[in-house]
């Protein structure tokens, strides 16, 4: 049986947040697994957050979970719930709280969504592309849905944003425009390995770092909102709804922009190579 929550809250400065309802749902498709190639495909739980305006339609996005989270809504209701409150419909897979190849139930779970999935297609955007974010574990996720060529084609996965990235087994170099987010105050992993992930991203792709002042590993967690939320929807504003507006917010250099918010103890941001713009297409704030 499914299980349903209701809820409401303020969104970010600026915008109006959109109520929102998360219920768990079965999906059949890739799981979670060593990431050998070997898993056959199953059926398994996930819950959507979606919003409850079913005049509208809206883009479907990804959220991959940290290690040890079994359940998004515990873990991570507040990261989950503030980006669908911008007018997203965002899945997250349930269980494997370890998994080496969770990428895979990621990417599956888009590909579910937008085909199959009955009980929400009166309000999903079928013409729209998709997106990938996570955190910890589910940050390496999404790098590595991203950079599966295959995995970018069948789910129309346009941009992703890493959260404090972990450890996955899988393709690491970004197909789609990527933000990597780090925070000042992490030892679970590092800024400075944040920042070598970031460097790696292949420079034909927009691309961007933040290290958030003053947070902790656990910043994305629990049922708070937080900084990192107002970015992850204008990087998805950018190029999943191909709103200019989200694109100024992440790659301009005006007071508003990621990179001038005064969030952050570092930040950056480029353009892929050859892209062509009347102002700077390179942000650097430290």
């Known amino acids: 049986m499914n299980m349903f ?3 409401v809250v303020a969104l970010l400065p600026g915008t109006v947040a959109v109520a929102v309802a998360n219920k768990i749902i079965e999906i059949t498709g890739s799981p979670c697994g060593l990431g050998n190639g070997t ?5 398994y739980k996930a819950t959507v957050w979606y919003p409850t305006d079913d005049s509208k339609k809206y883009p479907v996005l990804s959220f991959a979970h940290g290690a040890t989270v079994s359940s998004p809504r515990l873990g991570y209701s507040g990261t989950i719930s503030g980006v669908a409150e911008a007018g997203y419909i965002v899945v997250a897979l349930n269980g494997c709280a370890i998994a080496g190849a969770e990428w895979k ?3 599956s779970s888009l590909v579910y969504m937008i085909t199959e999935e009955q009980t929400l297609k009166n309000i999903i955007d079928y013409s729209a592309s998709t997106g990938v974010f996570g955190h910890s574990m589910g940050g390496q996720s999404t790098i590595c849905s991203a950079s599966d060529a ?3 084609k069948i789910a129309k996965i346009v941009a992703g944003v890493s959260m404090h990235p972990g450890v996955q087994l899988g393709p690491n170099k970004p197909l789609v425009p990527m933000l990597y987010f780090a925070g000042q105050l992490d030892f679970i992993v590092p800024s400075a390995l944040v920042k070598a992930k970031y460097e790696h991203c292949p420079h034909n792709v927009d691309r961007g ?3 958030f002042s003053g947070f902790t590993h656990f910043n994305p967690m629990g049922p708070g909102k937080n900084k990192e939320i107002e970015w992850t929807v204008a990087m998805m504003d950018c190029y999943v709804k191909k709103d200019n507006t989200g694109c100024t917010k992440v790659f301009g250099d005006g007071q508003d922009s990621m990179c001038n918010a005064r969030q952050t103890s570092h930040c950056e941001t480029k353009r892929a190579d050859g892209f062509q713009s009347s102002s700077s297409t390179e942000v650097v704030v430290v």
């Open 105 to 107: 139930a990621q990417v």
């Open 209 to 211: 770092y933040a290290v």
């Open 39 to 43: 898993e056959p495909d199953a059926t």
């Open 5 to 7: 929550c209701f809820c």
């Open 150 to 152: 295959n995995s970018v």
